[in-house]
C-alpha cells in the first residue's frame, strides 16, 4: 500500500487484521455501534485482557 500503484488508497477505510471487529460483531452487520451494545463491548474487552494477561504469564 506504500507504492505509487497504490494511489487510489486515499482516503480508505480499509480492515487489515478485522479480528477484533469479528469478535465484538460477529451477529451484526458493520454498521455504527448503538449506546446499548457499548456495555457488552467493555465486557468483552475486560475479559479479553484479563486472558491476554494469563497467557502472558505462563
Do not use: C, Q
Not at 494511489?7 to 480508505?12: A, E, I, Q, R, V
Amino acid at each position: 500500500m506504500l507504492s505509487p500503484a497504490a494511489d487510489f488508497m486515499t482516503g480508505s477505510h480499509v480492515f487489515v487484521d478485522g479480528g477484533t471487529d469479528a469478535l465484538y460483531r460477529s451477529d451484526d452487520w458493520p454498521v455504527t455501534v448503538p449506546l446499548t451494545k457499548l456495555r457488552r463491548y467493555l465486557r468483552i474487552t475486560r475479559e479479553f485482557n484479563k486472558a491476554a494477561a494469563r497467557a502472558a504469564k505462563r
